[in-house]
């Protein structure tokens, strides 16, 4: 006889003999109802929200996990337009809105920042502040709204739903990287990487990949359920997959653990000295500080001494005046480098262009890299490539000057645009390929095609910004680039923050965000090819085609 209590009673069926769902699938399945059903303002109102809490994931906060939130919530908004519209060109329009709001909000929140830019000097700038902080994000999500469009195009039942959410946006996030000059700035990818465990995946896919299984990962779980009577639930395939992911993310961070533990500690030899004299963007441009600004260069290059250093670094634009064209600022950086070693300073430059007369036809400025030796000579140069809008040239320059508009950085004309990636020749170190500010932010463009550098070095000027998200955000996205490309970074900014990061992201040296100091340290040894740095492109085509296959697989079955 058994005992009373022993056997559990049978669980309890619905009219149709199916066994009734769980309490907590029922009100998960009622909050998809309740998501899927706002309309209008209200289903606006929700996606500009989730967009918005979706940059919690990047630096420096780093709560990833409100990521299967609000990537979450985003599918049932789609299904609600799926549900709610029984035609497919409504269906796009209702998905493409929800995309464009859940962009906004993501952009929103995510480039906040910028706006201390326009208040360094409000006089000036202020009044273009409304604009900029509406127009930016709005443009920035029209790539979500294409996105979500695309997804609802070939929108599926269960996982389906997930995986066309994945290809969309992991399309959507690489096409950042060249229109309109590109802006990859907090790639969905990122919210991954926040450990540095988790950020040894670079490494193998890359941020783009990284940026689809991110939204399959994070899109999943909620799969599972749907609004009722949708008929868009996941059976036990989507339940299967979603936990397969979220074992694949453990895996990944111990095999990430794994890597950190068994990379070596290995330097080149070369000393470096990074100076971060944290000047006050305000203060910067004008002509009575010029002086005083460079004299402080001077006296923390020449901080304890400067024996055994090979070579100091200055971030970007370092001081208010043409470095190579100012002969007593290189005869004085001459008499206190020691010899064989050379500076490295970031300066704008003047390049006079001639007819065959050679009288003057016009000027080009460039936002430059100087290599300057222990002689007080300019014996090269790199000039920035990827040139901020607003910031270093304005769209349409010309006739916006001619209306009374000036780029923040106030330059006639705007800076010119120079020609890489390349190397750049180093005395003392080995070749490096030089990023100047947001240039470290572009995947595809950090190194010269079929030429590995020895390190990147990025100089920056994030003064701009304050002590706001943006510096951190683009010191994380530095981190990432030394693991996708197994190649050590050396950062100099202005008010933070320098680093010295080894190929494994591992921060060997820092100067925090408004500190004044310097740096000295080792330049890391480069670190073997990755998968990443090898076959780039092919692996982000490769994980495309599976998520492709996937969603393929979600049809037929």
Same mark, same amino acid.
């Given at each position: 006889?058994?005992?009373?209590?022993?056997?559990?009673?049978?669980?309890?069926?619905?009219?149709?003999?199916?066994?009734?769902?769980?309490?907590?699938?029922?009100?998960?399945?009622?909050?998809?109802?309740?998501?899927?059903?706002?309309?209008?303002?209200?289903?606006?109102?929700?996606?500009?929200? #989730?967009?918005?809490?979706?940059? &919690?994931? !990047? *630096?420096?906060?780093? $709560?990833?996990?409100? =990521? /299967?939130?609000?990537? @979450? +919530?985003?599918?049932?908004?789609?299904?609600?337009?799926?549900?709610?519209?029984?035609?497919?060109?409504?269906?796009?329009?209702?998905?493409?809105?929800?995309?464009?709001?859940?962009?906004?909000?993501?952009?929103?929140?995510?480039?906040?920042?910028?706006?201390?830019?326009?208040?360094?000097?409000?006089?000036?700038?202020?009044?273009?502040?409304?604009?900029?902080?509406?127009? #930016?994000?709005?443009?920035?999500? &029209?790539? !979500? *709204?294409?996105?979500? $469009?695309?997804?609802? =195009? /070939?929108?599926?039942? @269960? +996982?389906?739903?997930?995986?066309?959410?994945?290809?969309?946006?992991?399309?959507?996030?690489?096409?950042?990287?060249?229109?309109?000059?590109?802006?990859?700035?907090?790639?969905?990818?990122?919210?991954?990487?926040?450990?540095?465990?988790?950020?040894?995946?670079?490494?193998?896919?890359?941020?783009?990949?990284?940026?689809?299984?991110?939204?399959?990962?994070?899109?999943?779980?909620?799969?599972?359920?749907?609004?009722?009577?949708?008929?868009?639930?996941?059976?036990?395939?989507?339940?299967?997959?979603?936990?397969?992911?979220?074992?694949?993310?453990?895996?990944?961070?111990?095999?990430?653990?794994?890597?950190?533990?068994?990379?070596?500690?290995?330097?080149?030899?070369?000393?470096?000295?990074?100076?971060?004299?944290?000047?006050?963007?305000?203060?910067?441009?004008?002509?009575?500080?010029?002086?005083?600004?460079?004299?402080?260069?001077?006296?923390?290059?020449?901080?304890?001494?400067?024996?055994?250093?090979?070579?100091?670094?200055?971030?970007?634009?370092?001081?208010?005046?043409?470095?190579?064209?100012?002969?007593?600022?290189?005869?004085?950086?001459?008499?206190?480098?020691?010899?064989?070693?050379?500076?490295?300073?970031?300066?704008?430059?003047?390049?006079?262009?001639?007819?065959?007369?050679?009288?003057?036809?016009?000027?080009?400025?460039?936002?430059?890299?100087?290599?300057?030796?222990?002689?007080?000579?300019?014996?090269?140069?790199?000039?920035?490539?990827?040139?901020?809008?607003?910031?270093?040239?304005?769209?349409?320059?010309?006739?916006?000057?001619?209306?009374?508009?000036?780029?923040?950085?106030?330059?006639?004309?705007?800076?010119?645009?120079?020609?890489?990636?390349?190397?750049?020749?180093?005395?003392?170190?080995?070749?490096?390929?030089?990023?100047?500010?947001?240039?470290?932010?572009?995947?595809?463009?950090?190194?010269?095609?079929?030429?590995?550098?020895?390190?990147?070095?990025?100089?920056?000027?994030?003064?701009?910004?304050?002590?706001?998200?943006?510096?951190?955000?683009?010191?994380?996205?530095?981190?990432?680039?030394?693991?996708?490309?197994?190649?050590?970074?050396?950062?100099?900014?202005?008010?933070?923050?320098?680093?010295?990061?080894?190929?494994?992201?591992?921060?060997?040296?820092?100067?925090?965000?408004?500190?004044?100091?310097?740096?000295?340290?080792?330049?890391?040894?480069?670190?073997?090819?990755?998968?990443?740095?090898?076959?780039?492109?092919?692996?982000?085509?490769?994980?495309?085609?599976?998520?492709?296959?996937?969603?393929?697989?979600?049809?037929?079955?």
């Amino acid at each position: 006889m058994v005992p009373p209590g022993v056997l559990s009673p049978p669980p309890s069926k619905d009219e149709g003999g199916r066994p009734e769902p769980s309490k907590a699938r029922r009100i998960m399945t009622a909050a998809a109802t309740w998501v899927a059903g706002l309309r209008d303002a209200r289903r606006a109102i929700a996606a500009v929200f #989730l967009g918005a809490a979706s940059v &919690l994931a !990047f *630096a420096p906060i780093h $709560a990833w996990p409100v =990521l /299967f939130v609000t990537f @979450g +919530a985003l599918i049932w908004l789609l299904d609600g337009c799926y549900a709610q519209h029984a035609h497919l060109r409504q269906r796009l329009k209702c998905a493409g809105l929800v995309g464009f709001f859940f962009g906004f909000g993501y952009f929103l929140a995510g480039f906040y920042w910028i706006a201390e830019a326009f208040l360094v000097e409000p006089w000036r700038h202020g009044w273009l502040l409304p604009f900029v902080m509406t127009a #930016l994000p709005g443009g920035m999500a &029209l790539f !979500f *709204a294409a996105a979500a $469009a695309l997804a609802m =195009l /070939f929108w599926l039942p @269960g +996982a389906g739903r997930a995986f066309a959410l994945a290809v969309s946006f992991g399309l959507a996030e690489f096409a950042r990287d060249f229109v309109l000059t590109g802006l990859p700035w907090n790639l969905i990818g990122y919210g991954l990487l926040g450990s540095l465990p988790l950020m040894q995946l670079a490494s193998l896919f890359g941020v783009y990949a990284l940026s689809l299984l991110a939204v399959l990962l994070f899109a999943t779980p909620a799969a599972i359920l749907a609004p009722s009577a949708s008929r868009l639930a996941g059976r036990g395939g989507t339940v299967a997959l979603a936990g397969l992911l979220v074992l694949l993310l453990a895996l990944g961070y111990g095999w990430g653990e794994r890597r950190l533990a068994a990379a070596e500690m290995a330097g080149t030899g070369t000393r470096l000295r990074i100076v971060q004299a944290n000047i006050d963007q305000a203060e910067k441009w004008r002509p009575e500080n010029s002086a005083e600004i460079f004299t402080d260069y001077l006296d923390l290059t020449k901080t304890g001494g400067l024996n055994g250093i090979t070579i100091v670094i200055w971030p970007e634009t370092a001081v208010p005046f043409l470095l190579a064209d100012a002969p007593e600022a290189l005869f004085a950086i001459a008499a206190v480098l020691p010899a064989g070693s050379s500076l490295l300073a970031g300066s704008a430059r003047l390049v006079e262009e001639r007819d065959a007369q050679g009288a003057l036809i016009r000027n080009r400025i460039y936002n430059s890299l100087l290599v300057i030796d222990d002689e007080g000579r300019v014996v090269g140069n790199y000039d920035k490539i990827h040139l901020v809008p607003l910031g270093e040239y304005l769209p349409f320059q010309d006739f916006l000057e001619s209306l009374g508009m000036m780029q923040l950085t106030g330059v006639r004309g705007g800076f010119s645009v120079g020609s890489g990636p390349r190397l750049l020749s180093v005395p003392g170190a080995p070749s490096a390929s030089p990023l100047i500010c947001y240039e470290i932010i572009f995947p595809h463009a950090v190194t010269e095609k079929g030429k590995r550098p020895g390190w990147l070095l990025n100089v920056t000027n994030d003064a701009w910004f304050g002590s706001s998200a943006g510096p951190y955000q683009h010191f994380h996205q530095a981190q990432v680039r030394a693991i996708e490309q197994g190649v050590p970074v050396v950062r100099a900014a202005n008010t933070g923050i320098s680093a010295v990061i080894d190929p494994y992201g591992r921060v060997l040296a820092e100067i925090g965000l408004g500190e004044k100091g310097v740096i000295d340290a080792e330049l890391p040894k480069v670190g073997p090819p990755t998968p990443y740095a090898q076959f780039g492109i092919i692996l982000e085509i490769a994980v495309l085609a599976l998520a492709a296959m996937g969603w393929l697989a979600c049809r037929i079955y």
